[in-house]
């Protein structure tokens, strides 16, 4: 089944414990992106990767990183998390061939830093 | 890209066609029409897209109107699953740096 799935989807941590979220898509996708949602800001994009070893920033990136190290996998590195990034994330991922606008997401991972 | 404008929330009857409606009258022409929805703190959904025709998939219908400033997604025969908030996106297809941007879009709320 074509999937994206996103490990843990539930996570409880306390401030400045470094913690990775894991995305994986089985679509031999080219493209992959990262979101957070937050009740009145709506859906916003943290990075995005048009392909193998190439990132990107997107709208809020400020204490995030990601990796791209091979086409199915797009971890969320939150280095030294803090209350603020208490949120809905989802990873996101899409064929180079039909553009960015056709994602697949995932089943999103609920965090809470404490 | 795009502004879309939708209302803020529909009602449609369980087993009635919900037409879901998006302004965008500052659309370009390489601009597509995207729409997503997401069920209750799930992952957005895709669900269809157009250019200016007219589309239909397995799960709705696209209409976008000939001078292409609005669009009206259609679910033929809404059931409670359906209920949920939907995004109507413009954006182009391809390029460097394009990305989907969520605004508030509509929350459907099917009744029974």
């Known amino acids: 089944e074509a999937q994206v799935t996103q490990n843990p989807r539930y996570l409880i941590t306390v401030t400045g414990k470094k913690l990775t979220v894991t995305c994986s898509q089985n679509?031999?996708?080219?493209?992959m992106s990262w979101y957070r949602q937050d009740p009145g800001l709506g859906l916003r994009q943290i990075y995005y990767?048009?392909?193998?070893?190439?990132?990107d920033k997107g709208d809020v990136p400020e204490g995030y990183k990601v990796s791209r190290k091979e086409k199915r996998n797009f971890p969320l590195i939150l280095e030294s998390p803090s209350p603020n990034q208490t949120s809905l994330y989802f990873c996101?991922?899409?064929?180079?061939?039909?553009?960015?606008?056709?994602?697949?997401f995932g089943p999103g991972t609920r965090l809470t830093v404490t | 890209d795009a502004k879309t404008t939708q209302p803020t929330s529909m009602d449609c009857a369980e087993g009635r066609a919900a037409n879901l409606p998006c302004n965008h009258s500052?659309?370009?022409?390489?601009?597509?029409v995207y729409w997503y929805r997401q069920i209750h703190s799930q992952g957005p959904q895709y669900i269809i897209h157009?250019?200016?025709n007219n589309e239909t998939n397995e799960m709705a219908s696209l209409i976008i109107t000939e001078d292409r400033k609005s669009s009206t997604l259609i679910l033929p025969h809404a059931t409670l699953r359906d209920t949920a908030v939907y995004y109507c996106?413009?954006?182009?297809?391809?390029?460097?740096?394009?990305?989907?941007?969520f605004g508030k879009g509509t929350k459907l709320t099917v009744n029974p």
């Open positions: 996101a991922s899409s064929s180079g061939g039909q553009g960015p606008g056709e994602q697949y």
């Open positions: 679509m031999n996708h080219e493209y």
């Open positions: 990767s048009m392909n193998v070893e190439v990132t």
């Open positions: 500052t659309i370009s022409g390489n601009e597509y």
């Open positions: 157009g250019l200016k």
């Open positions: 996106i413009v954006m182009r297809r391809r390029g460097g740096s394009e990305k989907l941007v």
